[in-house]
């Protein structure tokens, strides 16, 4: 697990730059216009339309899947995979038909400042942008097939043909002056990683039929444990909503500060958290199917261990050098002092959850393989409470920090409630060795913030700052790495080993 998840950490960061080539290519041929405008939104729009259902469903498929076939057999599974797939494609055609139907409302509810020419942009790249959701439906639902046979690659590379095609459509668009080639070129995009997708989910023995079993009892199962999951995602965008609504009373630009500050934030979850979480979620749903709770917690304690091992220096990285790394990323052109004095104290305060965050979503997941959707559900409907009236109360103290500070204290509340609850649920999981080695990451974070620290302020001497911090950044991860060999963290040793026995397979035998 440990080697799969690292290969993915290293397709995250290769993703995530050709991503960002991305928004250059958009922002140098078509900068910030009402074309690119009227492009974000009708790119959004059906993502946003079409998430929580997508979301929920290939969520509840993986353990599913599992189930079936543990207690029915492989060709029932595959049945019920296919009735699944026509269900959902009946689902895309009528999100569809309203979207082309209803696409001027829908643009004025995400951008109701859109009047004239923009609107019309919009509205019809809306109309086209929509189509996407089919190749979007099934794509959500083959990742998931691949996952359960432990094939985490393929669906890792999907990113690359989409931003490729999309890269190549804003520049084509832009040269033969027809801005419409934007929004054709976003579903080929689309199109593009269901069709990596295809082959590989043959070559695992699935083949298409179709089906039409609307009592299936196993599709109505997934559509039960499917529901919680939506409403979570719902409360959770709710909770954006108001987060950006206070943040819009606060102060000009205070919206643009906490989506900056919590990029970065999804930057470092996407990288490493997801990774562990993606590669362990098939595993453990498998052995919850076939009732070895045992592997299952063996599992989830190394996931849980792996994440703070990563995560807790990121955390203590981000929280000490939040001001010149903002500094670094944004601080150019229209982004002034001031909106990076905001995005720093948004960014200081969004790391003190970052742990929170990262644990949240693999504990989640061990509900999710016990077919418990609802557990997940009711805490995160009580963290987000609690986070609103956090951001009422701090928000009028702390300013846009204050917002995320509350967000902050949520998620870690919610982890707590989600660690009482499996606790209950399960049986012991192996907290006190989780304790054990968190408490010595912790204690090798704060040695790497001191050192780095240091480390920043002697070379501010003699480099420029952006120099000076990517080098403190190096020297901080060396001497962390350095640490925690010699603390004999279990997890650690078990990386040194699968190490040491990938460069015996390479190295010459005598």
């Not at 696409?103 to 923009?118: D, H, M, Q, S, Y």
């Not at 080929?188 to 023995?205: D, S, T």
């Not at 500070?405 to 649920?425: D, E, N």
């Not at 050192?451 to 001497?461: D, G, P």
Request: some cysteine; glycine content about 6%; overall charge positive.
């Amino acid at each position: 697990m440990k080697k799969i998840a690292l290969v993915l950490m290293v397709i995250t960061i290769a993703s995530k730059i050709i991503g960002f080539i991305r928004e250059l290519a958009l922002s140098y041929f078509y900068g910030a216009s009402n074309i690119s405008d009227a492009y974000l939104i009708a790119n959004t729009i059906p993502k946003v339309v079409f998430a929580f259902i997508g979301a929920g469903i290939a969520t509840s498929y993986i353990p599913l899947f599992s189930s079936i076939v543990q207690e029915k057999g492989i060709q029932l599974a595959h049945r019920f995979t296919n009735n699944l797939i026509n269900f959902v494609l009946i689902i895309c055609t009528a999100i569809i038909l309203f979207g082309l139907l209803f696409a001027e409302p829908l643009v004025k509810i995400f951008a109701a400042g859109f009047t004239g020419e923009t609107l019309d942009i919009a509205v019809n790249f809306t109309r086209i942008t929509m189509l996407g959701i089919y190749f979007s439906g099934l794509s959500r639902i083959f990742i998931g097939y691949l996952q359960i046979y432990n094939c985490f690659i393929i669906p890792a590379l999907v990113g690359f043909p989409f931003n490729f095609i999309t890269i190549l459509s804003i520049a084509y668009s832009s040269i033969n002056n027809n801005e419409m080639i934007l929004a054709i070129g976003s579903v080929i995009a689309l199109a593009a990683e269901l069709f990596l997708l295809v082959p590989f989910i043959y070559c695992k023995g699935y083949s298409f039929k179709i089906v039409f079993d609307w009592h299936d009892q196993y599709l109505k199962k997934l559509l039960f444990l499917s529901l919680p999951i939506i409403l979570s995602i719902s409360v959770n965008e709710v909770n954006v909503l108001v987060d950006r609504t206070l943040a819009s009373q606060i102060v000009e630009g205070g919206i643009s500060a906490l989506n900056y500050a919590n990029r970065l934030n999804l930057f470092v979850q996407g990288l490493f958290v997801l990774s562990i979480a993606t590669v362990m979620y098939p595993m453990i749903s498998r052995m919850a199917a076939e009732k070895n709770m045992v592997g299952l917690k063996k599992i989830l304690s190394e996931s849980i261990s792996g994440i703070n091992l990563l995560v807790v220096p990121a955390t203590v990285g981000l929280m000490i050098f939040a001001e010149p790394i903002v500094r670094m990323l944004f601080g150019r052109g229209a982004f002034d002092e001031q909106a990076v004095t905001l995005t720093s104290s948004a960014l200081f305060f969004y790391t003190l959850g970052m742990v929170g965050y990262g644990l949240r979503e693999v504990l989640s997941r061990a509900f999710y393989s016990l077919q418990d959707t609802k557990t997940p559900m009711i805490n995160a409907t009580i963290a987000v409470g609690l986070n609103i009236i956090l951001n009422i109360i701090l928000s009028r103290f702390m300013g846009i920090g204050g917002l995320a500070l509350a967000t902050s204290i949520s998620a870690l509340f919610c982890t707590l409630l989600l660690f009482i609850s499996l606790r209950k649920k399960i049986g012991h999981f192996g907290l006190m060795d989780i304790t054990l080695s968190f408490g010595k990451i912790v204690l090798a974070s704060i040695i790497m913030a001191i050192v780095a620290k240091l480390a920043n302020e002697a070379l501010l001497t003699h480099l420029s700052a952006n120099l000076s911090l990517l080098a403190s950044i190096g020297i901080g991860a060396i001497v962390y790495f350095g640490i925690i060999y010699f603390m004999k963290i279990k997890e650690v040793e078990e990386i040194i080993l699968q190490i040491k026995k990938e460069i015996k397979k390479v190295m010459p035998q005598e």
